[in-house]
C-alpha cells in the first residue's frame, strides 16, 4: 500500500465549478500535511499547508481528519489557470522527507 | 532574491555513465533535500542535508550519493546509470532543520534521460 493515496484523474471541469480532490495517507505518525501544484515539466509549488482546523486561503480550503487519516483540497469557482496536477504531501515527525502522492490532474475548461 | 537553482536542466547520458548533478539552495536556507520525479508519480525523497551532514536518506540504492558543501550548496551523484534513474531530480531547500513545518522550495529540476 502506498504511504500516500490520490486519484490520479484526471478531473474535467468547467470553468467557475467547485472540484473536490481526496488523499489519504497511511502512516499516523505524520505530522505536516500539504498541497503542492505541478505545472506541466515544472517544479512543485507549494500550494497551502493543511491544518487540522481546516484553512482557506481564497478559492482553496484545505481540510485534515487526522482520525481517519483524510486530506481534502476544495477549488471552487475554477479558473483555466487552476488545471494542473495537485499532490498530497504528508511529513514525519522530525524529519523533512516529504511523501508524494501520484498526484491528482485537474483540467479546466471554457 | 535567486531561488533555488539548479544545473544544468538537461541532462542524456548512457547505460554505465555516472552523471553530477548541482543545486545551490535559497541565500541563507541551509536544508538541502534531493527528491527523483519520475514521469507520472510524485516526487520520490532520495536524500536530505543539513549543515553538512546527512539527516535523512531514502529508499534508493548505493548508486546514489550526495554531499553538502560548506556554502549549503549540494550535489547529487549517481553511478553506473541504468535506464531506470531516466527522471526529473529536484532539489529542495528550507531554512533550518524543521520537522517538517516549514515549506520547502522547489528547483526547476535537472531533466536526466539515460539512453
Redesign the interface.
Known amino acids: 500500500r502506498k504511504e500516500?493515496e490520490q486519484d490520479p484523474g484526471p478531473f474535467n471541469v468547467p470553468e467557475g465549478a467547485t472540484v473536490a480532490f481526496n488523499c489519504t495517507y497511511s502512516n499516523s505518525a505524520s505530522?505536516?500535511f500539504?498541497w503542492y501544484r505541478q505545472d506541466c515539466?515544472?517544479?512543485?509549488?507549494?500550494l497551502m499547508?493543511v491544518y487540522s482546523s481546516g484553512n482557506e486561503d481564497g478559492r482553496f480550503t484545505a481540510q485534515l481528519n487526522r482520525a481517519s487519516q483524510y486530506i481534502s483540497l476544495l477549488i471552487r469557482d475554477s479558473k483555466l489557470s487552476d488545471s494542473a496536477t495537485y499532490?498530497c504531501?504528508v511529513?514525519?515527525?522530525?524529519?523533512?522527507?516529504?511523501?508524494?502522492?501520484?498526484?491528482t490532474r485537474l483540467q479546466v475548461f471554457p | 532574491d535567486a531561488g533555488v537553482t539548479q544545473s544544468p536542466t538537461h541532462l542524456i547520458k548512457t547505460r554505465g555513465q555516472h552523471v553530477t548533478l548541482r543545486c545551490s539552495p535559497i541565500s541563507g536556507h541551509k536544508s538541502v533535500s534531493w527528491y527523483q520525479q519520475v514521469l507520472g508519480q510524485g516526487p520520490q525523497f532520495i536524500f536530505q542535508y543539513y549543515e553538512k551532514e546527512e539527516r535523512g536518506r531514502g529508499n534508493f540504492p548505493d548508486r546514489f550519493s550526495a554531499r553538502q558543501f560548506p556554502n549549503y550548496s549540494s550535489e547529487l551523484n549517481v553511478n553506473a546509470l541504468l535506464l531506470g534513474d531516466s527522471a526529473l531530480y529536484l532539489c529542495a531547500s528550507s531554512l533550518v532543520f524543521t520537522g517538517g513545518d516549514q515549506p520547502q522550495h522547489f528547483g526547476d529540476g535537472t531533466r536526466l534521460s539515460i539512453l
Open positions: 500516500v505530522q505536516s500539504f515539466r515544472k517544479e512543485p509549488k507549494l499547508s499532490l504531501v511529513n514525519y515527525i522530525n524529519t523533512d522527507k516529504l511523501i508524494f502522492g501520484t498526484g
